[in-house]
């Protein structure tokens, strides 16, 4: 996939496009993937378990969000154990935790809501992670919100912009964004997801992008629904396509996203606003029912070495969470600050967790007001 | 005398023939069963994929689901139906209803004019015309949908002509309800041409003439000829676009920039977001019953319409 299709391919869902945008670095880097080193200081991969690894799990994923080589190798490594991935994308909760429930699948890739929910629902198996001493090597931050499975991909929500189609203007929080809009109003883009857009808010308006007050929720209402005459739209794809031809000058959008813009056009910038970002954080989890937990928990193990983290990550083009896969990581990854921001920015970054079955609907019940309003 | 032997001969011969019973053709005896068998695929057909699924929709709209793991319970509540009665609910139904309508209308009136243009024209010119009004359905819906964001947007070949005319400032109309608009009459507009053009193709070109001999205008004649003989085109082709406008929920979503919430997008929500499958059977039914009153009401109409 192109860059070019990507940011016209109008049929693939919100959640997918952000991570298949993230996805068009990962093919600039694939030549590079044959330079990765073949060694692995940090991984624990062979041993004794390979003797009992056995089976086939079957993986519920998004199109191509794997590495390339990741599948193939992790069959030579364990011949009698394989991944079976079945591309199943949706950026649904529900959907999620349906397929938790319908033992089709062994595990899924899951974000942090989604695993929050199905561990509240009982739909999950714990890993035993003394069988992936390979966790080590994931951010202790990521590790502690994702305590499912195994973390594999985050996204930061922030604001890209033109400064030359807003005076020159220089944005550096959500305070300026919302000061911003009604100027230059039909110029402005917000994301089309609830957690992501009424999160972002809450950054805005000083609470926590988790919350779960009433209050808090009438006061993120309140703010879209003040500035939603002056916005051109609510999007969940291209979402800043608008800022490479100048028909957007504002957008609230993921961070992959604008790296992916800024290769279009460099006036473009991007904004980690100073109130704080809402941010999803993804992994693999296993399922409940599985029969096949073996063979994930190597599968997982696996996956962490830095040599095939960094499979992953050049595919994808994510984020990543893993240090010691920097030197195997495309430097168009991890030069890139947008990408890889540092351990202060990660600290005014608040994931997406499960609200609960009250907070999820009073979180539904806000958006749909918004979006009648 | 012989006219007058002539015409007795005739009138026997007319006479004798009505004397015979007629001939009519008698269908083959079919015993209850035989035709219970034969009726049986129409029945499992129709039960399986609209009674059956129909009547799940209406005992899930009285269920309730658990927000964890997203069991369903059948408890019989109406709270769905009482949840629905909030102000937020209703308006979105009555912002789906007034755009359905308007949409339809515009349909209707701009189906009209092109339906008679094509009836009017040579046989050729009329295959030629209807194989471009049925082209669009050659490309996908999606696409053809997305088309227009491109054709719309700041800066895209509509905002460019326009500024090309002189007018200044932008023409944005992309991401607003009027947006909807277009969509929804665009990809209902061949919906409409087609049951339209089939009544109008079906009048008989002498009544025109007779029309004209006993020297009605041009306007009489399209008022006393045309108008009622398209009726029974005009009602179908509103009902084939009325229907799935109301509900229409890709059009909206695409070129409504989410900014607009609509009956087929909160339906939506509930099935393939919330998991709310009981309140989203609710809407379902509620929907339906607002469709089933319109064409109601629309059927009430037409026979009044055709005798006139």
Same mark, same amino acid.
Request: net charge positive; hydrophobic share 50%.
């Given at each position: 996939m192109t860059d070019s299709t990507l940011l016209n391919d109008p049929l693939t869902r919100g959640a997918l496009l952000r991570r298949a945008g993230a996805g068009a670095f990962g093919l600039s880097a694939a030549s590079l993937l044959a330079a990765c080193g073949s060694s692995s200081s940090s991984g624990s991969t062979g041993g004794s378990a390979s003797d009992v690894v056995a089976g086939q799990a079957i993986l519920s994923n998004y199109p191509g969000w794997m590495g390339k080589d990741n599948l193939a190798a992790f069959h030579a490594q364990y011949p009698q154990a394989s991944i079976k991935m079945i591309s199943n994308a949706t950026s649904s909760t529900a959907e999620v935790v349906l397929q938790f429930k319908s033992k089709q699948y062994d595990f899924l890739l899951a974000d942090t809501s989604d695993a929050g929910q199905a561990a509240d629902a009982d739909l999950i198996t714990q890993i035993d992670w003394s069988k992936v001493p390979n966790i080590a090597n994931i951010s202790d931050k990521f590790r502690k919100a994702y305590p499912w499975g195994l973390p594999t991909d985050y996204g930061k929500v922030g604001i890209a912009y033109r400064p030359d189609l807003i005076g020159n203007a220089t944005i550096t929080s959500w305070h300026d964004l919302w000061e911003l809009i009604p100027r230059y109003s039909g110029q402005t883009v917000f994301i089309d997801l609830e957690r992501d857009c009424m999160g972002s808010t809450c950054k805005y308006l000083g609470f926590s992008s988790n919350t779960t007050s009433a209050d808090d929720m009438q006061k993120v209402q309140d703010a879209i629904t003040s500035v939603k005459p002056h916005l051109k739209a609510f999007l969940n794809t291209n979402i800043g396509a608008g800022l490479i031809n100048g028909s957007t000058a504002m957008a609230m959008d993921w961070d992959y996203d604008v790296a992916l813009l800024q290769q279009k056009n460099d006036k473009i910038k991007w904004v980690l606003p100073e109130e704080g970002v809402h941010a999803y954080l993804e992994g693999f989890t296993a399922v409940q029912s599985t029969s096949k937990i073996a063979v994930i928990e190597a599968f997982l193990n696996f996956l962490a070495t830095p040599k095939q983290y960094a499979d992953f990550v050049n595919t994808t083009g994510t984020a990543y !969470? !893993?240090?010691?896969a920097t030197p195997l990581v495309e430097k168009s990854i991890s030069q890139n600050p947008i990408l890889v921001p540092t351990d202060e920015v990660l600290a005014k970054t608040e994931f997406d967790k499960y609200l609960g079955a009250d907070g999820a609907t009073l979180w539904s019940n806000t958006w749909n007001a918004i979006k009648a309003a | 005398m012989e006219r007058d032997q002539g015409g007795v001969a005739v009138q026997q011969a007319v006479t004798s023939e009505s004397a015979q019973p007629p001939r009519r053709w008698r269908r083959p005896a079919v015993g209850g069963l035989s035709r219970l068998a034969l009726l049986l695929p129409t029945l499992v057909i129709t039960a399986l994929f609209f009674v059956i699924p129909l009547v799940l929709i209406a005992v899930y709209s009285f269920g309730t689901v658990n927000q964890v793991n997203f069991d369903v319970y059948f408890g019989w509540t109406t709270q769905n139906y009482r949840d629905f009665t909030s102000a937020l609910y209703v308006h979105t139904l009555a912002r789906s209803v007034v755009l359905s309508l308007s949409t339809t209308l515009s349909c209707a009136v701009l189906g009209f004019i092109f339906a008679y243009f094509i009836s009017r024209q040579p046989p050729r010119a009329q295959q030629l015309l209807l194989v471009a009004v049925i082209i669009p359905f050659w490309t996908s819906f999606i696409v053809r949908t997305y088309a227009w964001v491109d054709l719309l947007q700041n800066l895209g070949p509509v905002d460019r002509f326009a500024r090309a005319l002189g007018l200044h400032g932008h023409i944005d109309i992309l991401y607003t309800p009027y947006s909807i608009g277009i969509g929804i009459l665009y990809s209902y507009l061949p919906l409409m041409i087609l049951p339209i053009y089939v009544s109008l193709e079906r009048i008989d070109p002498a009544l025109y003439d007779a029309a004209a001999d006993l020297g009605a205008t041009p306007f009489r004649q399209f008022r006393r000829v045309v108008l009622p003989h398209a009726v029974p085109g005009l009602i179908a082709g509103i009902i084939i676009v009325g229907v799935p406008a109301l509900g229409e929920y890709v059009i909206p979503e695409i070129l409504g920039g989410g900014k607009t919430l609509m009956a087929g997008n909160l339906l939506a929500n509930q099935f393939l977001e919330t998991g709310n499958y009981p309140f989203g059977s609710a809407l379902a039914v509620t929907v339906m019953v607002v469709l089933m009153a319109l064409l109601f009401l629309l059927r009430k109409a037409q026979p009044a319409a055709e005798v006139q």
């Open positions: !969470m !893993m240090p010691k | -």
